[in-house]
């Protein structure tokens, strides 16, 4: 169990982490996200002990990290698969860490059999190509068969299968009542690995809830229907209390009701449909709109069009004010001044760069 | 890829002892010793110290023997008043090069790979690590350098009998004992630099300035203070350990000048220990 306690950390002038609390509970697969620069690699590592913050705590089993004696034993992480020593064998490099923490030299067989590494064990991990280098890395965090798992972007420079790998991997880890804690920028991975999701912007937890309650309450799904009798089948809807949407291709987006009820409508009244499509959100639209106020590091230009893959809303702009578009509701839950209120123009133009 | 069920794999294996309480230092001994073991740069600077040490502790009294006739008076007279001095500075001057740059690397080299992050995951009591790292290192250069001072002296005096029978009087001991523990306080002296500057090429550059131009070029500073400065000058403090005499512009014993050497390790290692504690990795 790892937890937060108003995790504050200050670069200078920059809160890079704001008074952040949260817990990460065993038994599931915890995924953090967050937009680049929201103080996501930070955080994990005040929690590992390799900065300091600038006030409050977070402790690990009810222990600050440098409290441990054997660290290996009860936390394993993967921050970056560059922290190796190019001129050391894999096999050396996991017998380093293994020895400082009084492990057996039997685990670092075992961990490099588990990820793969053995045909490459004695070679010297500076020639490792990228997935080599991240498996030495998942290695080095499961070499003291440790309670609780912190990945950050484990599947970077992963192949198809190394990334199925990993992901039954972290399921089965947080199957056996480990704790497990993972920070990713791919939502389709996360969205089918993670249980609970704790997001971070801008240095603040914007949440910290199971994922499916998070996509709820982030992001709206609705039924997209088609009907060459519209114009009868509108009013019947939106009779009925549901909010009917028009959009420009003749389709209609109807909010708070399921396709089996629209069918039960229609067929009532006798009206053909030539479409009855359940939209549901996504994660990643979830996770744009909740952090759509907290990008730091945004693309300009072109990017600024894009939305994301799923259950489109007519945004104007990347994160554009909803309550301008037709029909785009709040957000619910989260507080006001993180939604967007035009927020181009709420985001100072020279914010400052991380270090 | 591994297709064999979790659970299984990460069943624990019998590990030694608890793992709480304290972290055991000698586990962060082994540690260090390994990390020592493991690469390339330990054996080629140790290599490089036992075939130059030696080496020159030849050539340069072969030298002399071999133009002794046209040596001057003063050069003859340094020889004959301490041989054994005479044999140890070249092999101790060159020698001490692949020490210095080799205790930079052990402490810098963590920063540059960025090994120190998986260091201080495994060991998070920096301290204590820092100490592990600085034991491991001095001793391993300790015992190869009496090694090589023994060598070198018994070289030097091979190729000296020519000229001068040289003995070795419980007084002369300390000149050939010292070398290795010359050699060990500057390793441990490098390792501390790396460790504050944690840039190797930085390092490297700031040591190898101190042994090869600082010295010389402190004692050109004439009166009461270029003494001062020369004397207290860590790496010319120490150096002294292998003379019969001080020269005359150094102000204290042999012994007194290790000890100050020593001193500004130990000052620099609380420093290095302090900023180790305080900085974010």
Known sequence: MIQATALTKRYGPRLAVDHADFTVAPGKVTGFLGPNGAGKSTTMRIILGLDRPTSGGVTINGLPYQKLAAPLREVGALLDAKAVHGGRTAYNHLLVLAKANGLPRARVDAVIDLVGLHSVAKKRSGGFSLGMGQRLGIAAALLGDPGIVMFDEPVNGLDPEGILWIRNLMKALAAEGRTVFVSSHLMSEMALTADHLVVIGLGRILADEPMDRFIAQNSVSYVRVRSPQMAELAPRLAQRGWKVDQQPDYSVHVYDANPEQIGDVAGTEGLWLHELTLVQSSLEEAFMRLTAGSVEYHAGGDAAGAQPAEGQQPLTGWGAAPQGAPGAPGVPGVPQDTQQQGWSQSQPPNKERIQ | ?281
């Open chain 2, 1 to 281: 890829m591994a297709a064999s069920s979790s659970s299984s794999i990460l069943a624990p294996v019998a590990a030694d002892g608890a793992g709480t309480g304290h972290a055991h230092f000698g586990r962060l001994l082994l540690a260090e010793w390994t990390k020592l073991r493991s690469v390339r740069s330990t054996y080629w600077s140790l290599i490089l110290l036992i075939i130059v040490f030696p080496f020159f502790c030849w050539l340069f009294p072969y030298l002399t023997v071999a133009n002794w006739k046209q040596a001057s008076a003063t050069q003859q007279a340094n020889l004959m008043l301490d041989p054994i001095g005479q044999v140890m500075a070249p092999g101790q001057y060159l020698g001490q090069l692949s020490v210095a740059v080799l205790g930079v690397m052990v402490s810098a080299s963590e920063y540059s790979t960025g090994m120190v992050r998986s260091t201080l995951l495994a060991s998070p009591h920096r301290v204590r690590m820092l100490a592990a790292k600085s034991v491991v290192f001095f001793l391993l250069v300790l015992v190869i350098g009496e090694v090589v001072s023994f060598a070198g002296f018994f070289i030097g005096r091979q190729t000296l009998k020519s000229l001068i029978t040289v003995n070795l009087n419980s007084g002369d001991i300390r000149q050939v004992v010292g070398g290795g523990l010359y050699l060990a306080m500057l390793g441990l002296f490098a390792l501390v630099l790396g460790s504050l500057i944690r840039h190797v090429a930085g390092a490297i550059t700031g040591i190898v300035a101190l042994l090869l131009v600082v010295s010389g070029l402190i004692s050109l500073i004439p009166g009461r203070t270029g003494k001062y400065l020369y004397t207290y000058e860590p790496t010319n403090a120490g150096f002294a350990i292998i003379a019969k005499h001080v020269p005359d512009n150094f102000l204290l014993s042999p012994w007194e000048g290790y000890g100050v050497f020593a001193l500004w390790t130990a000052v620099l290692w609380v420093l290095a220990a302090w900023l180790l504690e305080r900085r974010d990795a």
